[in-house]
Structures are given as C-alpha cells and as structure tokens.
C-alpha cells in the first residue's frame, strides 16, 4: 500500500513536472488588435489571447486609454496601455461611422491614414515601445487593419504574424506581403462578385483592384514621414511579414491562389452552444410556436438603420407563426407583434446552436457570418454596409443557404415572403448543413491551427522559408509580365517593319525588272 501511495505521488510530481515546463517553455507574444475602436474583431484578438494563454504561451496586448478596459478570461494576460489625446474620436463612434458609410476605398484609407497617424504619435510619445523592446519578445501578432502595426514590427524587429479578420479576399493586405492576386477571377474585397464574373464583372473588378492599390499609398507614406520624424531608420512595408492568419475557412470563400505562409484558422472562436439563460427559456417554454428565429444587427444597429426600418421589420415578423428573439436596445416598434420578444442582449452563439431555431435574419457581420454556417442555420441577409453585402452574398449565392435582400427598399411584405421562402424550400437547410460539415470538417481544430503555427514561426524564428522572394521582388510590371509583352510587341513591331520594307523593296526590284524586259 505504502508503495502504490509513493508510485501515484511520483506520477503527480511527474505531471506538475511537465506542466511547468510546458508553462515555462511558453513563448512570449505580443498581440496588436485594432487601435481605432473596439469592434467585434478586437473581441476576436481578446479571444485569441486566451487560446494562446492556454497554450502555455506568456501573452501581452497592446492597448490605448481610449478601448476600454480588455475582456480577457485569463487573469494572467498582461496589457501595455499609452494614452491618445483628449479629442481623439474612436472610430466606433456614430460620426466616424457615417462618415465610413458608403465610402470609396480612397475615403476609407484616407481615414486609416488618419488613425494611423494619432496612434503612431501617442504610442511614440509614450515611449512604451522602448519599454516592450527590452522585454524581448518572440512573436508579434498584429491585425491588419492596425496599420500602425507596421511601425511596431519595425521597431520591435520581432517576427511577425497577421490577422486577416475578413478572410482571403482581403487583398489589401494579401497583395502586399505577397500573394498573387489575379483580378481576372479573384473577386475584390469591396465587391459583391464572386469568382465567376461577366465582362462587365471583370472590368469592374479590375478597377476595384487598382483602386485599392493606388489607395493604401497615402497610409503607407504617412508612416514613412512618420518614420522620418522619428528618426526610426526601419522599412515601411509588409515585407518582413511571416505569415498569414485568416478567420475563415478553405470552403466558405471561393478558391484562390495562395501561398504556403498563409493558413485558415476560422472557427477558432467558435464552440459548442452552452444552456440559454432562464429569461430566454422561459419565452420559448411560453410561446404557442414550435420554431424560433433570431433576428440581430450587430452593435453599430443604431448607427446603420432608422425607427422607420424597425417598423417594417416588425410589421413582416408579426405575421410569422413563429417565435421572434431579436436583440433590439432601442424603443419598441409601434407595429410590434405578439410572436416578437425584444431582448437587449442574446447569446447568439448559442441560440443559433439550439435546436428550434430554424433561421437567422442577419446583418451579415464577420463574427455572425461564420457562427451561422458552424451552427448551420439557414439565413435572410440584410447587409447594412461595410463588408456586409460581400458576406451576405457569400451565404445567399456561394452557399445557397438563404436569401439577401436590400434593407433600403425593404418593405414588410417581401421580408415576409422572403422568410416562408426560406422555411419551406428545404434546400436552404439542407446547403446550411452541408456547409457546417464542411466548415467543421479539419484534419486539426482551428484552435490547435493556430496554436501549430504560431509555435511553428517561433521555433524557426519566422518562416522566410514560406515566403515567395520572387513574387515580393518583382515590380508591378515585372509581376504582369509588361515587359517580356512588351518586348514580344517590339520585336513584333520590328519584324513586321523589316518585312514591310523588304516586300517594298522586292515590289521595286520586280518593277525595275520587269520595265527593264519590256524595253
């Protein structure tokens, strides 16, 4: 007895052993979310934090005086706060905001532009970054949108990873740190194409392109007179860029050419639904209907629609027989029916995992795009703006698992229809199911993806390896093979030239010739 008691302590000891040197062996990694607001992608990065904490990794975050307190669920994350100035506007507020609506690709980088410079400025001035740079971190990972982040990784001289929040069709980034990016089939970022476009598609989404290109210029040159003021000598680019992150999914996007410093880790935020709440039970155990739908907007909602839409919407679920959860914080529509329940916050993960629910009218948000097809839920899209109408078309087009209508000439009747459309064509479902086998259908899980890598990029000390250094060094006529058509064209030219003479003269010799015979 004495013997199995010492052998189990021994095997305690032994595992206390491991875990410590796996909490001891833990890399240490910085992560950079957007600086401009808190969004629903900063609460993905929180979340990404607590995967790598669990993972044994000693995890930091940079922050401003102007996000907010972090909502970590590990105690043991620590942040890195410097202070913007009194007059800053976080770019959630309802001013920025309508300001973003509807925007050109221009406005929208002449705005980044902007909040890349306040956050470069406060960050400098605060001398935090001196103070990281001591700590000697061995990763950096920084959301791509943070354009400021560019400065940090210099500065730092740390390896680095990306987060795309969008997935693969952002090409504002992906271009840069070098993908090949064909506009002949790739579907721009702030289009609604999807990869099999018309001419007229094409030449659109050729524009698009370009427009994006030209666009991030102004950025990127405010960060090199940035650089200069600063005297920070480091270069102004993607290039030193190891990888790249992207919460999405191989089959939820149409297919495009990557290369092998890219990985999909969608899903990673996503888990199995927990019980509802007692207030959300109790509707559903009280509701003369079988079946639920949950209708939600996201949290810019007050920003992006008027009362007047609310009224429609309430006016087209009241005659649904179904049971209505919308999460709505604003005054009760007037034309509100008894089906519907107005709740100031759902959990929506687990809603749309719940077993009655049958459909989800949504905006089409990044962090609802891809819990819906986990979940499987059928959907009617609403996209507000931003890159909504991309998602919503997605879901509706690619996928086939609903249908997407157009909130400024909604009227209650076509939502109606549009919802018993969906409910009683059972290909919406069926398409919503097989996308969530294929969404959850991985060799790994997203969160041991991205676990994998960023060991992998720390082990190696970055991945230079994975990189393209011709697709990176090549010019932007080098990269469309300008000059080798240009040459083809001038040789061309030139033979065409020679043989246009050479004829000429032999015409005049044969002339010359022939006068010359009949004289």
């Known amino acids: 007895m004495p013997n199995l008691f010492l052998n189990g302590l021994s095997m305690f000891v032994m595992i206390l052993f491991l875990v410590d040197i796996k909490m001891t062996k833990g890399e240490k990694i910085l992560i950079i979310s957007n600086q401009c607001g808190r969004t629903s992608r900063l609460q993905n990065m929180e979340k990404m934090a607590d995967i790598l904490t669990e993972g044994g990794h ?86 791509y949108v943070e354009i400021s982040g560019i400065v940090t990784a210099g500065v730092l001289d740390t390896p680095t990873i990306l987060y795309a929040n969008e997935g693969t069709y952002t090409d504002l980034i992906t271009g840069p740190v070098g993908h090949p990016v064909p506009w002949s089939f790739v579907p721009n970022t702030l289009t609604k194409f999807s990869d099999k476009m018309t001419f007229i598609e094409r030449m659109l989404n050729s524009a698009a392109h370009l427009a994006n290109a030209l666009a991030i210029y102004p950025a990127m040159g405010e960060l090199k007179r940035l650089n200069e003021e600063y005297n920070l000598n480091i270069p102004i680019d993607h290039q030193r860029v190891d990888l790249i992150m992207s919460n999405s999914h191989i089959a939820l996007e149409c297919p495009r050419p990557l290369m092998p410093n890219h990985v999909y880790i969608g899903g990673y935020t996503l888990e199995p639904p927990k019980p509802l709440p007692k207030n959300i039970n109790d509707i559903i155990a009280d509701s003369q209907f079988n079946d639920i739908i949950i209708v939600s907007f996201g949290s810019l909602v ?158 190696h000390d970055g991945a230079d390896h994975l990189k393209s250094q011709g697709i990176r060094n090549l010019s932007w006529y080098q990269y469309f093979l300008l000059d080798i058509i240009g040459l083809v064209l001038l040789t061309l030219v030139i033979l065409a030239i020679v043989c246009f003479y050479l004829c000429r003269f032999m015409i005049r010799c044969f002339k010359s010739w022939h006068k010359r015979k009949q004289d």
């Not at 970590?72 to 976080?90: G, M, N, R, W």
């Not at 770019?91 to 050109?104: N, R």
């Not at 960050?123 to 103070?131: A, G, T, V």
């Open 58 to 143: 000693s995890v930091a975050m940079l922050t401003n005086n102007k996000l907010g307190k972090p909502r970590f669920e590990s105690p043991h994350i620590k942040t890195f706060e410097y202070p913007l100035p009194y007059d800053f506007i976080p770019c959630d507020h309802p001013k920025v905001v309508e300001k973003m609506l509807d925007a050109s690709i221009f406005t929208l980088m002449e705005i980044a532009s902007n909040y890349s410079r306040d956050i470069t400025n406060g960050l400098m001035r605060s001398n935090l970054l001196e103070k990281i740079k001591k700590i000697n971190y061995d990763l950096l990972i920084v959301d």
């Open 302 to 459: 007050k920003d992006l629609m008027n009362p007047e839409k609310y009224e429609v919407l309430a006016e087209a679920f009241a005659k649904l027989p179904y049971t209505i959860l919308w999460k709505h914080t604003e005054k009760p529509p007037a034309t509100l029916g008894k089906n519907t329940h107005l709740i100031t916050w759902l959990p929506q993960k687990d809603l749309l995992g719940y077993s009655k629910t049958c459909l989800f009218v949504t905006h089409c948000g990044r962090s609802s795009y891809l819990e819906t097809i986990y979940h499987g839920v059928p959907v009617v899209a609403l996209p507000l703006s931003f890159d909504q109408p991309k998602h919503a078309n997605l879901l509706s087009d690619y996928l086939q698992m609903g249908l997407t209508l157009d909130i400024n000439t909604l009227v209650a009747d076509e939502l109606e229809q549009a919802i018993l459309n969906v409910l009683s064509d059972p290909k919406y479902t069926a398409n919503a199911r097989k996308a969530s086998d294929l969404f959850k259908d991985n060799p790994v899980s997203p969160r041991e993806t991205l676990l994998y890598w960023v060991n992998y990029v720390t082990k």
